[in-house]
Antibody, heavy 117, light 111 residues
Framework: QVQLQESGPGLVKPSETLSLTCTLS????????WSWIRQPPGKGLEWIGY???????NYNPSLKSRVTISVDTSKNQFSLKLSSVTAADTAVYYC???????????WGQGTLVTVSS | QSALTQPPSASGSPGQSVTISCTGT?????????VSWYQQHPGKAPKVMIF???KRPSGVPDRFSGSKSGNTASLTVSGLQAEDEADYHC???????????FGGGTKLTVL
């Protein structure tokens, strides 16, 4: 069964770029869609975007100007970059596999990213 | 797109049933049978409980059921148990721009 693990800095300065990587184990990244989702402290979930293993992407319109999601099939990884971050981008960031009907399963354990100077 | 609307809280006693609503628009919930529900315990990642409005992944108890009417989807938890106390989030496929939208989450308390 596929497992996902997020990794990256837990602290990012305002105006800088947040970078996270999701590494898969127990399965292949090929043939599927993969997504990033975030959850600000005490708030609901927000879909950031998804990527097909071929590299095709789709982003949340509210974040589209600042988001880049990429994939590295040789490493069984996909990544998130979010530029020009502010305190409002402080959140737990999750990566997840996307089912055929926009079902997210499974999820990584999540990683907290704090934006602060 | 706007977030789906969920009540912030719901509660019930052990053994009772509780229903959580999730209201969207004809562009998301009402337009597609692609509503999912996620259970999230404190400090844990969400877990899918219902997909495609009413389907249960293997391993999810049949106490959990989903339905939809118009632009509103619902999650019903029957025979409430203490371990059902958690946050529940709905999501829907948004169609034309291939986006996904979540609700604000509902905290379910088992009294």
């Amino acid at each position: 069964q596929v497992q996902l693990q997020e990794s990256g800095p837990g602290l990012v300065k305002p105006s800088e770029t947040l970078s996270l990587t999701c590494t898969l184990s127990g399965g292949s990244i090929s043939g599927y869609f993969w997504s990033w989702i975030r959850q600000p402290p005490g708030k609901g979930l927000e879909w950031i975007g998804y990527i097909y293993y071929s590299g095709d992407t789709n982003y949340n319109p509210s974040l589209k100007s600042r988001v880049t999601i990429s994939v590295d099939t040789s490493k069984n990884q996909f990544s998130l970059k979010l530029s020009s971050v502010t305190a409002a981008d402080t959140a737990v960031y999750y990566c997840a596999k996307v089912g055929g009907t926009s079902r997210f399963d499974p999820w990584g354990q999540g990683t907290l990213v704090t934006v602060s100077s | 797109q706007s977030a789906l609307t969920q009540p912030p809280s719901a509660s019930g006693s052990p053994g009772q049933s509780v229903t959580i609503s999730c209201t969207g628009t004809s562009s998301d919930v009402g337009g597609y049978n692609y509503v999912s529900w996620y259970q999230q315990h404190p400090g844990k990642a969400p877990k899918v409980m219902i997909f495609e409005v009413s389907k249960r992944p293997s391993g999810v108890p049949d106490r959990f059921s989903g339905s939809k009417s118009g632009n509103t989807a619902s999650l019903t938890v029957s025979g409430l148990q203490a371990e059902d106390e958690a946050d529940y989030h709905c999501s829907s496929y948004g169609g034309s721009n291939n986006y996904v939208v979540f609700g604000g989450g509902t905290k379910l308390t088992v009294l």
